[in-house]
């Protein structure tokens, strides 16, 4: 019994590794691959209101719910600065979107986030979602929560991709898979998004039930 038990933790461990990223399939109300996404009009931390409207030569967006408190999202900070510069010039840019209450969560508060912004020099929109609705509407649970849109010719924006940044959210240094980055270049080499969703892991958005 005593060799038998420490088989069995190894293979749960090993079990637990190789589904961390599989697509989430738990209820959740939001979008969904191949969804047209509604457009969006948020005040971001230079004033300004922002929507996908104003972006009218993009070929699509990365589309990221963070905060300015989750160790996840901050752990991920550098990497959406680089998501921003590698795809912008390519058409991808980065909205950043925190879907947190200040009320519940007091460090993700307007101002706060200006201070976040301006820290770590964000090269993107970090918007304030102040009626608590748009992070509901794409179904986003966790900070950070990546959602890939891609523009139609029709002029829609259809979700290509959902779910983590990379394979490793704690580690940057220690990253195999870059599943965000992997859909966009598959979406600028004109082909199907090859891994369409994973499971994002982060912090549980802070809302009010």
Do not use: W
């Not at 004033?47 to 030569?57: I, L, Q, T």
């Not at 160790?71 to 590698?86: C, F, G, K």
């Not at 200040?102 to 301006?118: H, N």
Request: net charge negative; glycine share 4%; proline share 5%.
């Amino acid at each position: 019994m005593k060799t038998i038990l420490p088989v069995i933790a190894v293979l749960i461990l090993c079990l637990t590794l190789s589904t961390a990223f599989v697509a989430d399939t738990t209820t959740n109300d939001g979008y969904s691959i191949g969804d047209i996404a509604a457009p969006i009009d948020l005040l971001n931390v230079d004033g300004k209101r922002v929507s996908y409207a104003d972006y009218p030569n993009a070929r699509g967006f990365i589309v990221i719910f963070t905060c300015n408190t989750c160790p996840y999202a901050v752990a991920s900070e550098d990497r959406i600065n680089a998501l921003d510069a590698e795809f912008k010039p390519k058409g991808y840019p980065v909205i950043a979107i925190n879907p947190n209450d200040p009320a519940l969560q007091p460090a993700d508060t307007y101002e706060l986030m200006q201070k976040k912004a301006a820290e770590k020099k964000f090269s993107f929109p970090y918007l304030y979602d102040k009626t608590n609705t748009v992070y509901a509407q794409y179904g986003a649970t966790k900070t950070p929560h990546v959602y890939i849109l891609q523009k139609e010719k029709t002029g829609d924006l259809t979700v290509a991709y959902i779910g983590a940044i990379d394979d490793n959210v704690r580690d940057a240094d220690n990253v195999n898979e870059r599943f965000a980055a992997n859909a966009v270049n598959e979406l600028l080499a004109g082909k199907e998004v090859s891994v369409k969703e994973t499971r994002a892991i982060g912090c549980s958005v802070k809302q009010a039930k």
